[in-house]
């Protein structure tokens, strides 16, 4: 597999079953049993009919990201500093885009039915959300989940229970006491073991 990595980045095409034969001194046949097994294995792909056919299958470690599960959020603080980081979790390089982002246990049932106590939410770092998106808001140097909705007269922040009243901010006071730490882009929501 070395062979057929290196031969890739040197060339930028990948090499002929022929050509591997020649580099390991084999016959061809042995080459490309060589080959079927690497393809077996899930480090080589091959395009049947193409004499360059050979690809590298992505490593699993290049397929995953280890997202950081923050516990707590504190005002003025880096968001994602050690202190904060709980654990990790691996998640799909797919669901993350190369953007900042961060998983945040739910503990309160202000956004139930959507979202539960002991969800983790992912979160894309950034500082505004659209009308009624769910975010990451700190209130009072305390982290919350609500809808955003930016009105003329303030700032309304609102969970999807009917059971808790919105938080209502003047211009003012959502200047001096709500940030927006980030929106809301996937839930993983374990179906066993819940605690």
Known sequence: MAF???FCRLKGYPPTVREVAAHFGIQPRAAADHLAALKRKGYLHREPGLSRGLSLASRLEDQVVEVPIVGRIA????LLAAEHVEDTLPLPRA??????????????????????????VLVRVQPRVARGEIAV?????????????????????KGDNPEFAPLRFSPEEAAELVQILGKVVGVYRPLEGRR
């Not at 005002?75 to 880096?78: E, F, I, N, Q």
């Not at 739910?106 to 539960?116: E, K, N, Q, R, Y």
């Not at 808001?137 to 922040?157: C, F, N, P, Q, S």
């Open 4 to 6: 057929v990595e290196e």
């Open 95 to 120: 669901w993350v885009h190369g953007e900042e982002v961060f998983l945040l246990r739910v503990t309160g049932d202000s956004m139930a039915p959507l979202l539960l106590p002991g969800d983790l």
């Open 75 to 78: 005002a003025g603080r880096p």
């Open 137 to 157: 808001v700190l209130v009072h140097e305390e982290a919350t989940l609500k809808r955003v909705y930016e009105e003329a007269g303030g700032l309304i922040l």
